[in-house]
């Protein structure tokens, strides 16, 4: 129970860690306006919740409902790199 834990959570921290990088990039750019702040706060917010909510509750002795937490943005998170992986190795033609 402890593998899976940490393994849905470094999933989750390497998405974080991806949108923090295009937040900041953009940011940099100056490309994040007052007219689209707000959803990238709501993305934000929601990811940290997520990463922070689930460290939380696995301190508070609730590890399923933790794991369960991690679980709504690790198997999204999980299943688009498959799909990625499979574009890279089957080299589909689209024509």
């Keep these: 129970m402890k593998f899976w834990f940490w393994f849905l959570w470094s999933i989750d921290a390497v998405i974080a860690a991806i949108a923090l990088y ?7 750019d100056e490309r994040i306006r007052s ?7 709501l993305i934000l917010a929601g990811l940290a919740a997520v990463v922070g909510g689930s460290i939380w509750l696995r301190s508070i002795g609730q590890r399923a409902l933790g794991i369960a937490l991690l679980l709504l943005l690790a198997i999204p998170g999980a299943l688009f790199a498959l799909f990625f992986l499979v574009l890279l ?7």
Excluded: E
Aim: proline fraction near 10%.
């Design 22 to 28: 295009f937040f900041f990039s953009l940011a940099a």
């Design 89 to 95: 190795l089957t080299h589909p033609n689209f024509h």
């Design 35 to 41: 007219f689209n702040i707000l959803p990238w706060l």
